[in-house]
């Protein structure tokens, strides 16, 4: 068996018609269309970046680098701070300096 199964199941996915198939249709989606806008969300695991085409469809997906354990380790600082912060009154304190990107 191999010590990868997750990636041979992917390469397999990616070869087999319908995984063409599904993957061309993302492509079809996104090829030749300009980027309107671009939103975040966050959510338990991470951030969803969503792509708003001159069409008006949505592209969302989650990157690597916006899942959590990759901010926790780039931005660790700052999360150890927020983590100190982080109270209901200074998440509704205008004028808390973490709302403001003041961390010192």
């Known amino acids: ?3 990868t199964p997750n990636i041979d199941e992917i390469k397999c996915f990616m070869r087999c018609r319908e995984g063409r198939g599904f993957l061309r249709g993302i492509r079809n989606h996104l090829k030749g269309r300009s ?3 671009v939103r975040f969300r966050g ?3 991470g951030i969803t970046t969503t792509l708003v085409l001159d069409n008006g469809e949505t592209y969302t997906f989650n990157d ?3 899942w959590l354990e ?3 380790k780039q931005f660790s600082g700052l ?3 927020l ?3 982080n109270s209901e009154e200074c998440l509704m304190d205008n004028a808390c300096n973490l709302r403001k ?3 010192r």
Do not use: Q, V, Y
Request: aromatic fraction near 4%.
């Open 83 to 85: 983590a100190r912060h």
């Open 35 to 37: 980027i309107e806008d």
């Open 70 to 72: 990759t901010l926790r």
């Open 43 to 45: 959510h338990e695991a």
């Open 1 to 3: 068996m191999s010590e």
């Open 64 to 66: 690597e680098e916006l």
């Open 101 to 103: 990107g003041g961390i």
């Open 79 to 81: 999360f150890r701070e």
